[in-house]
């Protein structure tokens, strides 16, 4: 729907204006002004089918009657040049029905209007012929009203001070002053409130009637529409161009239609051409890129150009090192051609699909080898726990047999045989099902496990070996390839705290680029053939340029070449926790020291030195107090006995040292990110506040007033007098004051 008619004025008697004026000619009432003593009649208005005053609540009643309304309105202002009312006029929807019209108005005035203390007078006018023109004039207050029904001033005095919060004296000995103004309702911003408040009921209307039109009230240019508008022709020239009267305004607007329809279709004549050349252009990449592929299909000389770019980057080199490093490749890639020739490879989608095949087997042959070396690893845990319960099994016996506790831990420690029984033990016990098979039994499954081992071993080898070889030759491929990556080495990570502050550099410079640049960038336009350049000239990916990855080389690696389960995968998937919190703790130099240190945990590769450790100095602890029984207390014994580590608590303290700092370092660098929380709370503020307003000259109840302002954001020294004494005199009525034990006759108020 195009942009209907929306006006708004102001009513100023230095216009020689008049609200009862104004008001007689869209109601169609007699009116006598009593500002100028003279009737507003306005005969010859038709087509007036509704008019209204809304009152707000505080409003006297008697204003319900139009001539003491604005009668009253014009009393109250005296100047010349005052400001008498605020007119609006509205175009309403033909598609709404006549019935609806007021209902529409009235809605729209009490909720934008007469809600903030407003007295709004409207009328409804729809000149002959009926349905054509609908439209309504409202007529607003200019002034607010207290609760008595009395006009408040539009504005008032407010001295300005320094920062000491003391009025500034001018040179002619008068106060510095300026006017604020006492209700906002001429603030430009309403403008436009009220204009998107307009649309919006219109539209509600228009969908409750099923009707598919919809009302914009902004213009062409903030639409986004290269469309001239039209000029507001009015009743007098609407009625000269029904006659046949050519206006001025009426050859306007039709020379701007008619100039409207030759820039639409310029416009897409226009836009047809380009479909054409993006067509052209489009058909033009498929062919080039279908000839590209053709040619660089063949592994051979694909190879041969790697040679050439080796030798391209050896250019610095002397001619010692150039003749060496050309005779390396010559021989590498000699090689690699009578493999390709062995395998029968000879494009590089053979090579793709027979790399995949061979990793595919190499996960099938690991996958075999894992449960038959578990299976093994179990099997040599029960031989040795058997033989462990064998030999520590009279030991125990004799443990057993103690009756009192202090005795039985004193005898454990220094029999180390009963922990090696109780761990045999309880590792037999997680392995039940073989309880009743024999040792021999075990043996001769192992040595079948093992046969099998290295049967799947031996294939295996040869296809790493070839996947060596494959990833080798494709690497090569790669980089005499445009548009590939370079390396089959993953890119240096950049440290941590670089990455983070580059991030955080970027959203700054986000939030402090002037509203003009953004627009630029905004209306910059970049090709496919651009995007290329750019990411080869970079060395990134095409999705690192387009913001659809944060890696800058970005690669669609296997599964089974990251050696993720299933489960891993799906819970990176789901989203439910922070994958990119994860990337940073991996990301973290200090990760490869708390994986090693978790590994060798794991593992359990260091526990047979803790154990041994422990070992020795629980028997030497046990053989000097068999010596000597006194020395229990003694400071040597217990230096033994503190030199004695758990396993758990060692590498419990060092993962949780490495953990620390790792998210230490984290946390700082995101400290200064908007969604981290602040380091000073509300609270903190208030406290603040508090004891700012308590260091304050005057007594406690001052004091209490001032606080009491910063927290209502009242600014204590801009209050008049009378305002301060005005709330001292209401906290003296408070009993929380009164039972402060406050001498209100004593300490006499400032």
């Known amino acids: 729907m195009p942009c209907p008619h929306n006006e708004i004025t102001i009513v100023q008697r230095s216009q020689r204006q008049s609200a009862v004026a104004a008001a007689a000619y869209q109601s169609g009432e007699k009116l006598f002004c009593e500002y100028d003593q003279e009737v507003k009649h306005y005969p010859e208005k038709r087509g007036i089918v509704h008019n209204e005053i809304l009152l707000p609540a505080n409003a006297p009643p008697e204003y319900a009657d139009r001539n003491t309304l604005w009668n009253a309105a014009e009393a109250v202002e005296k100047q010349w040049n005052s400001q008498l009312a605020r007119r609006w006029v509205l175009t309403i929807p033909r598609e709404i029905p006549p019935d609806q019209y007021a209902v529409l108005v009235r809605e729209f005035c009490e909720q934008q209007f007469v809600s903030k203390g407003m007295i709004a007078d409207f009328a409804i006018h729809d000149p002959h012929p009926p349905g054509h023109n609908p439209h309504a004039h409202v007529m607003l207050t200019m002034r607010a009203m207290d609760e008595h029904g009395k006009w408040l001033p539009k504005s008032r005095k407010v001295y300005d001070l320094d920062e000491n919060g003391e009025r500034i004296k001018l040179p002619s000995g008068r106060w510095k002053s300026h006017k604020e103004d006492t209700v906002d309702w001429n603030d430009q911003k309403y403008c436009e409130i009220w204009r998107h408040e307009w649309e919006v009921i219109q539209n509600r209307y228009l969908e409750a009637n099923d009707r598919p039109e919809r009302v914009d009230l902004r213009s062409y240019a903030r639409q986004g529409l290269d469309i001239v508008p039209t000029v507001h022709e009015g009743t007098a020239v609407r009625q000269m161009e029904k006659r046949g009267i050519q206006t001025n305004i009426g050859n306007l607007n039709r020379d701007i239609r008619a100039a409207n329809r030759l820039m639409k279709s310029i416009r897409q004549l226009i836009q047809n051409l380009k479909g054409w050349i993006t067509e052209l252009g489009e058909k033009r990449k498929e062919l080039l890129a279908q000839k590209a592929a053709e040619e660089a299909t063949l592994l051979p000389n694909l190879l041969m150009k ?92 004799k443990y057993q047999k103690i009756f009192f506790k202090k005795t039985k831990e004193k005898f454990k420690q220094e029999h180390p045989e009963v922990a090696r029984y109780e761990k045999a033990a309880a590792y037999l016990a997680k392995h039940p099902d073989d309880k009743d098979s024999t040792q021999k039994e075990l043996q001769e499954e192992q040595e079948t496990l093992l046969e099998e081992i290295a049967a799947l071993k031996t294939p295996l080898t040869e296809v790493q070996e070839d996947l060596k070889k494959l990833r080798d030759i494709r ?19 950049q440290p941590i705290k670089e990455v983070l502050q580059d991030k955080t550099d970027e959203k700054k410079a986000q939030r ?71 990337c940073e703790i991996i990301s973290h130099e200090k990760f490869k020291e708390l994986l090693a240190d978790a590994e060798i945990y794991v593992d359990g590769i260091a526990t047979m030195h803790f154990h041994d450790t422990n070992s020795s100095l629980a028997a030497l602890r046990a053989m000097i107090l068999e010596e000597h029984p006194e020395a229990t207390a003694d400071r040597a014994i217990k230096v033994l006995e503190a030199c004695q580590v758990e396993e758990e608590d060692f590498f419990c303290h060092v993962t949780h040292k490495t953990w620390d700092a790792i998210l230490h370092d984290i946390r700082k660098a995101h400290e200064n990110d908007s969604e981290s929380a602040p380091d000073t709370t509300p609270a903190d503020e208030l406290i603040r506040e508090v004891q700012k307003a308590m260091q304050s000259p005057g007594d406690r109840v001052q004091q209490f007033t001032e606080i009491f302002c910063k927290a209502f954001r009242l600014k204590y020294k801009r209050l008049s007098q009378e305002e301060r004494s005005l709330l001292k005199k209401l906290f003296k009525k408070s009993p929380l004051i009164k039972q402060s034990g406050m001498n209100f006759r004593r300490r006499p108020w400032k």
């Open 306 to 397: 790697y040679m050439e770019i080796r030798k391209e980057e050896r250019k610095d080199w002397t001619r010692a090192g150039q003749n060496r490093g050309t005779s390396q490749d010559l021989k590498a890639v000699s090689e690699a051609l009578s493999y390709l020739r062995q395998k029968g490879l000879s494009t590089v989608e053979d090579l793709e699909v027979f790399l995949e095949s061979s990793g595919k087997s190499a996960a099938d042959y690991r996958n075999q080898m894992k449960p038959k070396e578990t299976r093994s690893k179990v099997i040599d845990g029960i031989l040795a726990s058997r033989t462990d319960c064998q030999e520590c099994k009279p030991v125990y016996e």
């Open 475 to 493: 690497y090569w491929v790669r980089k005499a390839t445009p548009g590939t990556e370079e390396s089959k080495e993953p890119p240096k990570k």
């Open 512 to 582: 402090t680029a002037p509203e003009q640049t953004k627009h630029k960038q905004q209306d910059m336009e970049i090709n496919h053939g651009s995007l290329l350049k750019l990411a080869d000239f970079y060395q990134v990916s095409v999705d690192y340029l387009l913001g659809l990855t944060n890696n800058r080389k970005y690669e669609n690696t296997p599964i089974e070449e990251l050696h993720l389960s299933d489960e891993v995968v799906e819970l990176l998937k789901s989203e439910r926790f922070n994958n990119r919190l994860l």
